[in-house]
C-alpha cells in the first residue's frame, strides 16, 4: 500500500475500504481477549473459518478475531453483526450451528444467547444484556469491531480522523487547551492533570531537539487487565493517542514500555506500529504535513515498580529499574535526560476521543472533576466478571451490584479493594461512594490503574491486608529504607496476627509505621504501599482485634486460628471425607462416625468442601 | 544567593547546595548515612528527611538531594520529622542490631527500644560502597543484586571480578562494617549507654 500524504487521501483509503465491506452481509466478531483466550477461542476461531469456507460462506461472511469484549464470565463470546447477536460460552460443538444457521440464514440459536438474570428469558441482542446496557463504552466499545492486526479496520471505524483533524486544523497549543478544557486527568492512578503535564514538558527547553512521549503500559496490578485489553484489542487508537500528544508538546520519539507477561500485546502492538509506519501515519513527515515522530516498544524485565515514571525510564535506559528522587521533573529531565511525557495507556486513548468530539462534549460524561469514562477490570467474588467502563461518578453499588450482577453464590458482600496494592478496602456502608479520583481518595483508597476486587464473607481482611503486603515485598526495589525494611516488618506483624501471635501493642506499631512508611518513602510505590493495611485498619479494626484478643479469624481464613471436627452426630461414615484428605488425617471405620487427628490436620478445608451431610465443622 | 528560612533562622545559601548542605554549613545538624560529600545523592536511607514548607503546604522529603530553593522553610527539628527519624533509626537497627553507627544514633537521637523482629543481615543497603567503587575508583566491580528485601550488594555473578583491584575504599567508606558497639548489649538490643551524653535538640523547632 502506497503512503498517504494528505487527510484527503486517507479519506480516500477509508471509503475503499468501506466499499469492500459492502459484500458481507454478515460478521462474526469472535473474542480473542484474554479471558476468552484461556477458554481456547483460537480453535473456535480456526474451526468458524473453517466452517464458512466449507459452506460457500467466504466471499460474503467476514470472520474476525478481535480485542476484548469485556464479558469475560461468559468467555469465549461472540457477537453477529449487523443484527447485534451475542452468543455466551461457544464451544467447538455449536460451531457448526452457528455457521450454518445464523451465519447463514439468520436463525437465532436459543441455547447461546444470554438468559436475563432477572426473568430467564434469552436476550438476542448484545446492546440489551444488563452487563452492557448500563456500561458507557467509548474506548472499549471499538474492539468488537477490530481485528488489531489489521490497520484498515482501525481506518474503517474512523480510525486517524482526529490526528488528521489535530495535524491540519490545530495549532500545538490548541491541542493541549482542548485537552485541558476536556478536563483529562491521568488514568495511571494519581489523576494528575494530563494538559498540565503536557505543557510543563512542551515549555521545557530541549537542547538537542528532542523530547519524548511515553506509553505506561506496565500494568502489575493483581487483577487487573485493561490497559492490556486495550492495547492488545485497539493498538492504534493509543498510537493515534500519542502521535496527537507528540504533536502538542512536540516531541519527536515515543516509547511504548509493555510488560514482558503480555506477549500477545507486543506482537500486535508490533504488527500495528509497522502498518502505521507503511502507510505513513508514523515516521517522518506524518500525512504530508512535515512532523516526524516514530515509536518504539520496550519491553519490561518483570518489576512492578517499573509501573513508577523514574522507574520506568531507567529501564528504558538499561538500567536497573529504580525509582530516583524528583526534584528535577521528568518534563525538564526525564528519559536519556532530555524532557519527557509518560502517560497511561487509557490517557492516550481517550486524547482522539476528546479531539474528535471536543471538549465540551466530552466533558458531559463523568462528574466536574473527574471527567470521561474509566474502565474496571471487575474481578473476585462478582457474578459478572470482566471489563466495565463507566462513566465517572457511577456509585459503586450500580458497578457491583447492576453491571456486576452481584456477589458469586448469594453470600453477602464484605469490601471492595480498588487501585490495586496502593488502594483500599472499601465497605458496604460506603458502596455509594462515586468512582472519582477524588471521591475514592477521600475515603482511604484511590482509583488506580482500575483493579476492582470484589469480597465476599469468606475473605478474611487481615489476610488480604498480609497478602498486599507481601506482593509488595516481592515488588518494591529496595532502594529506600522505610518502604525495603518498612514492608518486611509489616509483613512479619501481619503474620504474627494471622497466625494468633499479634498485639495490640503491634497493631499501634502497625499504625504508626504505615504513617512514617507514607510520609518518608522515596516514590510513590513505597508511599501508598501502606494503604492496604490502613484502609483495612480503618473499617475492619474489629476483625484484627478478633485475631489478636479471641484468636479467631471470622472468614475461617487463617489456618493458625481455625480447627477443624466432625460432629459425631450427623456424621454417617460415607468415607468420602476420609478419602479426600490428602494428608490421611481422617480415622473411621465405614458406617461409624468419623474423627479429625487434629496434630496432622493441615487445615486445607477440603473435608468440608465433600461432605454432604454438613457434618463437618470449621471453629 | 538564595534565600531561605532553617529551622526559624533565615539564611543564605549557593545556589549550587542542597538543602543538607546548606543546614550543615550553619552548624545545624541533619543525620544521614548513605550521604558522603563527592558522592551522588541517592536519597536511599531517608535519614536526612526534613519538613518543607512550601505555598502552605508542608512534607517531609531527603534533604541530600533537595537543592536550596528561594523562599522555602526547612524544618529539621520538627515532631514530624523527629518521629520519622526514629522510626527509620528503629527499622535500620532491626536489619542491622550490631553496628556502633547505628547504635550512636539510637543513643543519640532517643531511639530506646527495638519494637521490629531484629533480624542481622550486616548490610544496611546505603550503596555508599557501590557509589566509591564507580565514582571515585571508577572500578565499578560493585552493584545492587536482586530486588526488594532480597536486595544486596554483590560482584557480577557473585565470583570475585577482575575489575575489583582491592583498593578496600569500599570498607573504608562503609558505615556498619566497623567493629561492634562495646556497649552492654544483648544482640537485637539496644546499648543507650551515651543516651544521655549528647544533646538532643541543638536547635528546637516549634512545631
Redesign the interface.
Known amino acids: 500500500m502506497a503512503k498517504i500524504k494528505s487527510p484527503a487521501m486517507l479519506e480516500e483509503y477509508r471509503n475503499e475500504i468501506l466499499r469492500k465491506r459492502k459484500y458481507y452481509f454478515r460478521t462474526i466478531s469472535l473474542c480473542g481477549g484474554p479471558g476468552c483466550h484461556a477458554q481456547h477461542c483460537d480453535e473456535i476461531y480456526e474451526a468458524v473459518k473453517k466452517a464458512v469456507e466449507e459452506n460457500g460462506l467466504s466471499e460474503n461472511v467476514e470472520v474476525k478475531k478481535t480485542g476484548c469484549h469485556g464479558f469475560c464470565e461468559m468467555g469465549p463470546i461472540a457477537v453477529i453483526q449487523p443484527e447485534g447477536i451475542f452468543y455466551k460460552k461457544i464451544s467447538l460443538d455449536d460451531v457448526s450451528d452457528i455457521v450454518n444457521r445464523t451465519l447463514g440464514k439468520g436463525e437465532l440459536i436459543k441455547e447461546l444467547l444470554y438468559p436475563d438474570p432477572e426473568n430467564g428469558k434469552p436476550i438476542t441482542k448484545e446492546s440489551r444484556v444488563p452487563f452492557y446496557a448500563k456500561q458507557k463504552r467509548l474506548l472499549m466499545s471499538m474492539n468488537e469491531y477490530i481485528d488489531p492486526c489489521k490497520i484498515e479496520d482501525y481506518i474503517a471505524q474512523g480510525g486517524y480522523s482526529a490526528l488528521c483533524k489535530a495535524l491540519f486544523e490545530m495549532e500545538p497549543m490548541e491541542i493541549i487547551e482542548e485537552v485541558d478544557k476536556a478536563g483529562l486527568r491521568g488514568r495511571g492512578g494519581a489523576g494528575f492533570p494530563t494538559a498540565s503535564k503536557w505543557r510543563a514538558c512542551r515549555k521545557a527547553i530541549a537542547r538537542d531537539g528532542i523530547k519524548y512521549v511515553l506509553c505506561n503500559a506496565d500494568e502489575g496490578d493483581p487483577g487487573a487487565y485493561m490497559d492490556r485489553s486495550l492495547l492488545e484489542g485497539n493498538p492504534h487508537l493509543v498510537l493515534e493517542g500519542m502521535i496527537i500528544g507528540a504533536y502538542g508538546i512536540g516531541a519527536t520519539e515515543g516509547y511504548i514500555y509493555v510488560r514482558h507477561e503480555y506477549p500477545l500485546t507486543v506482537s500486535n502492538l508490533l504488527v500495528a506500529i509497522d502498518q502505521a509506519r507503511k502507510v505513513g501515519l508514523l515516521g517522518k513527515n506524518i500525512l504530508g504535513s512535515g512532523f516526524d515522530f516514530d515509536i518504539k516498544v520496550s519491553i519490561g524485565g518483570g ?1 512492578f ?1 517499573c509501573g513508577e515514571s523514574t522507574a520506568l525510564m531507567a529501564s528504558i535506559e538499561g538500567r ?1 529499574g529504580e525509582p ?2 524528583k ?1 528535577i521533573h521528568t518534563a525538564e529531565k526525564g528519559l536519556f535526560n532530555r524532557p519527557t511525557n509518560l502517560n497511561n495507556v487509557e490517557t492516550w486513548a481517550n486524547v482522539p476521543l476528546i479531539i474528535n468530539q471536543g471538549a465540551g462534549k466530552y466533558r458531559k460524561v463523568g462528574t466536574k472533576t473527574s471527567t470521561g469514562t474509566k474502565i474496571f477490570s471487575l474481578v473476585g467474588s462478582v457474578n459478572n466478571t470482566g471489563l466495565v467502563e463507566v462513566p465517572m461518578g457511577m456509585t459503586l453499588r450500580e458497578i457491583i451490584f447492576d453491571i456486576g450482577g452481584g456477589v458469586k453464590g448469594g453470600r453477602t458482600f464484605k469490601a471492595v479493594q480498588t487501585g490495586g496494592p496502593s488502594g483500599g478496602c472499601i465497605p458496604e456502608s460506603l458502596l455509594d461512594t462515586p468512582v472519582d479520583f477524588d471521591a475514592l481518595y477521600d475515603v482511604g483508597s484511590m482509583m488506580g490503574s482500575g483493579g476492582m476486587i470484589v469480597m465476599d464473607e469468606t475473605t478474611c481482611m487481615v489476610d488480604i491486608a498480609r497478602y498486599f503486603v507481601d506482593f509488595l ?10 518502604c ?6 509489616m509483613l ?1 506483624i501481619l503474620e504474627d496476627i494471622t497466625e494468633g501471635r499479634g498485639t495490640l ?1 503491634q497493631l499501634e ?1 502497625l499504625k ?2 504505615a504513617g ?1 512508611m507514607r ?4 516514590c510513590g510505590l513505597g508511599q501508598t504501599a501502606a494503604n492496604p493495611v490502613l484502609s483495612t485498619i480503618r473499617y475492619f479494626e474489629d476483625e484484627y482485634v478478633d485475631h489478636i484478643k479471641k484468636m479467631k479469624c471470622r472468614a475461617g481464613v487463617c489456618k493458625a486460628l481455625i480447627a477443624f471436627s466432625i460432629n459425631a452426630k450427623k456424621c454417617t461414615g460415607c468415607m468420602r471425607c476420609r478419602k479426600a484428605c490428602p494428608v490421611g488425617a481422617i480415622k473411621g471405620k465405614k458406617k461409624e462416625p468419623h474423627t479429625i487427628q487434629a496434630e496432622k490436620c493441615e487445615k486445607c478445608g477440603i473435608c468440608l468442601e465433600v461432605c454432604e451431610y454438613g457434618a463437618v465443622v470449621r471453629k | 544567593m538564595v534565600k531561605l528560612i532553617i529551622d526559624s533562622q533565615s539564611v543564605e545559601a549557593e545556589e549550587t547546595w542542597t538543602v543538607l548542605e546548606a543546614a550543615r554549613y550553619y552548624g545545624i545538624d541533619i543525620p544521614s548515612l548513605c550521604y558522603y560529600e563527592g558522592l551522588t545523592p ?6 536526612c ?1 526534613v519538613e518543607v514548607i512550601r505555598g502552605g503546604r508542608s ?2 522529603t ?1 534533604s541530600c ?3 536550596v530553593q528561594e523562599g522555602i522553610e526547612v524544618r529539621t527539628n520538627s515532631e ?1 520529622v523527629r ?2 527519624r526514629k ?2 533509626i528503629e ?2 537497627l ?2 542491622c542490631p550490631n553496628s556502633r553507627t547505628l547504635q550512636c544514633l539510637a543513643s543519640k537521637y532517643g531511639v530506646t527500644k527495638i ?3 531484629p533480624e542481622d543481615r550486616g548490610c ?2 546505603c550503596g555508599l560502597c557501590v557509589r566509591m567503587c564507580e565514582e571515585q575508583m571508577q572500578a565499578g566491580a560493585i552493584g ?1 543484586v ?6 544486596e550488594v554483590a560482584m557480577p555473578f557473585h565470583t570475585k571480578h577482575d575489575a575489583c583491584r582491592e583498593c578496600g575504599a569500599c570498607l573504608f567508606i562503609c558505615p556498619v562494617c566497623e567493629m561492634p558497639c562495646q556497649g552492654p548489649m544483648q544482640p537485637g538490643q539496644l546499648c543507650n549507654a551515651c543516651l544521655d551524653t549528647v544533646q538532643l535538640e541543638a536547635f528546637p523547632c516549634k512545631d
Open positions: 518489576a515498580v536497573i530516583r528522587v526534584h515485598c516481592d515488588e518494591s526495589c529496595g532502594k529506600c529504607v522505610p525495603r525494611e518498612g514492608l518486611k516488618q512479619y501493642e506499631l504508626e509505621l512514617v510520609d518518608t518513602s522515596l | 541517592t536519597s536511599s536511607c531517608r535519614l528527611v512534607r517531609l531527603a538531594s533537595l537543592p514530624r518521629k520519622a522510626m527509620i527499622l535500620l532491626a536489619s519494637r521490629f523482629r544496611i543497603l545492587f536482586y530486588r526488594g528485601v532480597n536486595r
